[in-house]
């Protein structure tokens, strides 16, 4: 070759030895004819179809009607031991032990004592959480500081 011949782009390269990269995805897609999209599309539809096959199995079902089946028994039995427990002597002296002592409450001083130590209690508590929000809470500001904070910025 002379030089006034300019070298052409296949002698440049084959000089060079520069190989032209190709991107994979394109490949892939040409290879297969499907790109990533397409197969998290196909793996979306699949995954749908398998859950709806497993809901609608018969398996499924029974097992579903075992569960019913179970709860309804469990329901019986404890309520016909609730049933039992309230006929039995002990549930009758329990109630009316209970029954006595509200009588006792209401006519005796023990319920106005009862009465005033609970709404002392529930003044205390309240004036707690006033102290704890009080804490919580960001301080006021004055005017003098609002407007010499507005005058730094």
Known sequence: MNDEQVPSVEEIKERMKV??????????KAETGRDFGEELKNLGKQFADTVQTAWNSEERQR???????????????VDKAIKEAKQSQAAAKVKEEASEIKTKVETGDFGKKARDGLVQGLQW??????KLAEQFAPAEKSPEDITSAEESE
């Open 19 to 28: 190989e032209i990269p190709v991107e994979e995805e394109e490949t892939a």
């Open 63 to 77: 097992v579903e009607s075992e569960i019913r089946s179970g709860v309804k028994s469990f329901v019986a039995e």
């Open 125 to 130: 508590l309240s004036e707690e959480l006033g």
